[in-house]
C-alpha cells in the first residue's frame, strides 16, 4: 500500500498550488480520502475530506471557498486545489485513506507560504 503526495512547494500569498496524493495497493474507490496538515509546533488537523464516490466533501472552516478538494478513481489519485495560499497555511499536507478496517497515511508535502 502506498499513498504518494506531490506539488509541495514554496509560494507567494495569495498564490495557488495543487496538491496530488497518487494510490496503489488498496482498493481506492472503496475509501474515503482526506488530506491533514501540521504546522510547526501544532497538531495535525483535518483539512478536507472526500467520499468514495465523489460526491460529498467536508472542509475546515480556516480553508472554505479557498480549497477544493476532488478525486478521480480511475487514476487513483486525490487532489487538493489550494486558492488564495496565506502564510498560515504553511504546513505538512498529508493524505488518508480511510476503509471499513483499514486507514492508510501518505509521507507529506511541504508547503510553504511566504514572501
Known amino acids: 500500500v502506498q499513498l504518494v503526495e506531490s506539488g509541495g512547494g514554496l509560494v507567494q500569498p495569495g498564490g495557488s498550488l495543487r496538491l496530488s496524493c497518487a494510490a496503489s495497493?488498496?482498493?481506492?474507490?472503496?475509501?474515503?480520502m482526506s488530506w491533514y496538515r501540521r504546522a510547526p509546533g501544532k497538531e495535525r488537523y483535518l483539512v478536507a475530506r472526500?467520499?468514495?464516490?465523489?460526491?460529498?466533501?467536508n472542509y475546515a472552516d480556516s480553508v472554505k471557498g479557498r480549497f477544493t478538494i476532488s478525486r478521480d478513481n480511475a487514476k487513483n489519485t486525490v487532489y487538493l486545489q489550494m486558492n488564495s495560499l496565506k502564510p498560515e497555511d504553511t504546513a505538512v499536507y498529508y493524505c488518508?485513506?480511510?476503509?471499513?478496517?483499514?486507514?492508510?497515511w501518505g509521507q507529506g508535502t511541504q508547503v510553504t507560504v511566504s514572501s
Open positions: 488518508q485513506a480511510v476503509g471499513t478496517w483499514h486507514v492508510y
Open positions: 495497493g488498496f482498493t481506492f474507490s472503496s475509501y474515503t
Open positions: 472526500i467520499n468514495s464516490a465523489g460526491g460529498s466533501t
